[in-house]
């Protein structure tokens, strides 16, 4: 990888031999595979030894994750908060597990709408829960730094799952209580958002 650095740099009209990038292909190099070791990150490890059965269906909430990922049409930054909601029907994840996830699939590349259902997927599929919620805000670098659809660089996508699918209800209980700092009425199904990073050049 490190030659493929130095190639791109001089590929960028820049001196690949200059002090200061020296070593730059090296610490790209480890900055890339730490960014992206969502890809060696098994699920089941990470989940290992924190799933309890419990008797508890209370709605269970963890916000404010930060999570930094690249988008896969740029390899440039988007970042933000996700949040996570489950009712549980047999099983819980330990809380400090649920921040671990977001970094499983976060640690890739990634476009906003995939990693939001790839989280509340996984939720479902190990706890077998009455629902799930995902939230993602984020902002996208690839579109405020080139300067394309500035309106749209701040995205938010959601996956609701089961109860919170199902129920106003329960789904109005868990947006009150992250209070997103954008706007919520019009909240965009992830399959429809289609917006958080063109697709284009
Ligand atoms: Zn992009």
Do not use: W
């Not at 390899?75 to 489950?86: I, M, N, R, S, T």
């Not at 089961?162 to 706007?183: D, P, Q, V, W």
């Amino acid at each position: 990888m490190e030659d493929l650095i130095r190639n791109l740099l001089a590929e960028l009209g820049e001196d690949p031999t200059r002090e200061g990038l020296l070593n730059t292909p090296k610490r790209v190099e480890k900055a890339l595979r730490f960014l992206t070791s969502g890809y060696d990150a098994d699920v089941d490890h990470v989940l290992n030894g924190a799933l309890f059965t419990v008797e508890y269906s209370e709605m269970v909430i963890v916000k404010d994750i930060d999570f930094y990922s690249l988008c896969e049409h740029h390899l440039l930054p988007f970042f933000g908060k996700c949040h996570v909601a489950y009712i549980p029907s047999t099983k819980v994840i330990g809380l400090s597990k649920i921040p671990r996830l977001v970094d499983v699939f976060s640690r890739r590349l990634q476009v906003q709408e995939r990693m939001t259902n790839q989280i509340a997927q996984t939720i479902l599929e190990k706890t077998s829960p009455l629902g799930v919620a995902v939230v993602v805000e984020a902002t996208h670098l690839c579109m405020s730094m080139r300067g394309v659809q500035k309106q749209n660089s701040f995205a938010v996508t959601s996956a609701m799952l089961g109860s919170f699918r199902a129920n106003a209800r329960t789904r109005m209980e868990f947006l009150e209580l992250i209070k997103l700092r954008s706007s919520i009425s019009g909240l965009r199904e992830p399959s429809a958002a289609g917006m958080a990073c063109i697709d284009e050049e």
